[in-house]
């Protein structure tokens, strides 16, 4: 799902807001996340998951292609791990789907 999805999902649920609006919204929310990784904060939304930083030290590497040794420096990369509640939804079976799912999925898009 894109961001663009996301905002018109909102939309259809909730007609009363403007699509700009909760485009806002979704994007003050997102720039949180990013702020607080960015000053090596957690982030913890209970049910859905949380974000957090890995750090990676310099190293000397290889180019796969060539062999040739390669000085790799140090960095963040950001990393995930579901909740407790969202695993609990993505394993449960077929048929306690919910019927919303079903209906985007059965339209040919993505979920």
Do not use: W
């Not at 990784?37 to 939304?45: I, S």
């Not at 079976?93 to 985007?104: F, G, H, I, N, Q």
């Amino acid at each position: 799902m894109l961001k663009s999805d996301l905002v018109l999902r909102l939309k259809a649920r909730y007609p009363h807001l403007y699509e700009r609006d909760i485009e806002k919204v979704i994007n003050a929310i997102l720039e949180q996340i990013i702020r607080a990784l960015a000053q090596g904060d957690r982030v913890e939304l209970r049910g859905f998951g949380a974000f957090s930083t890995k750090r990676y030290k310099a190293r000397n590497g290889r180019n796969p292609r060539s062999g040739a040794a390669v000085f790799v420096p140090a960095k963040a990369l950001p990393y995930f791990k579901t909740g407790k509640e969202m695993r609990k939804r993505l394993n449960q079976p077929e048929s306690d789907v919910p019927k919303v799912l079903e209906a985007k999925s059965s339209a040919g898009g993505e979920v």
